[in-house]
């Protein structure tokens, strides 16, 4: 057992959680470039071509507003995916002034390879908290942040329906 105070003011709390929040971000990424992963696909590239699979073809203003992200930040998500050969950009027929995104042939298995890697660092990162824990964790977390706005996909999804 660790031997940190319970009883600490508010300020401790919050900054516990944000900095277990970036060790567990950094660990995560760590772990998931150690496995069969090409190391372009980082955790977040990786939400995003579930998003697009989701909603494609997919404006990238919406894909932003889906992703609750800023438009640069997808602008240079699709940039790097779109050089590994993951994504293409085309014309809205709709919109000349819009571009659509979609995933290419070969981003589906390289997605599900993904989300399987993620599943297994997942829960090797959250092995030390019994199943009991992780629901009262979240329970806790809720009562901070309502989940459904700042997730851009159901987390019980099944790998491959994020992927049809």
């Known amino acids: 057992?660790?031997?940190?105070?319970?009883?600490?003011?508010?300020?401790?709390?919050?900054?516990?959680?944000?900095?277990?929040?970036?060790?567990?971000?950094?660990?995560?990424?760590?772990?998931?470039?150690?496995?069969?992963?090409?190391?372009?696909?980082?955790?977040?590239?990786?939400?995003?071509?579930?998003?697009?699979?989701?909603?494609?073809?997919?404006?990238?203003?919406?894909?932003?507003?889906?992703?609750?992200?800023?438009?640069?930040t997808v602008t240079q998500f699709v940039d790097a995916l779109e050089k590994e050969y993951l994504l293409v950009r085309f014309p809205d027929p709709k919109d000349r002034r819009a571009t659509l995104i979609k995933l290419t042939d070969q981003a589906p298995a390289l997605i599900q390879r993904g989300l399987s890697a993620a599943a297994k660092v997942k829960e090797e990162l959250l092995e030390p908290l019994p199943m009991e824990l992780r629901k009262q964790l979240i329970d806790i977390l809720s009562q901070l942040v309502d989940f459904k706005k700042i997730c851009i996909f159901d987390t019980k999804v099944q790998h491959s329906d994020a992927i049809e």
């Open 1 to 72: 057992m660790s031997s940190h105070k319970t009883d600490t003011p508010e300020v401790d709390v919050l900054d516990a959680l944000i900095r277990t929040a970036h060790y567990m971000k950094r660990e995560f990424e760590s772990r998931l470039s150690s496995m069969d992963i090409p190391p372009f696909l980082t955790g977040p590239r990786l939400r995003l071509l579930v998003a697009v699979a989701q909603n494609e073809p997919v404006r990238m203003s919406d894909l932003a507003a889906i992703m609750d992200i800023k438009a640069i």
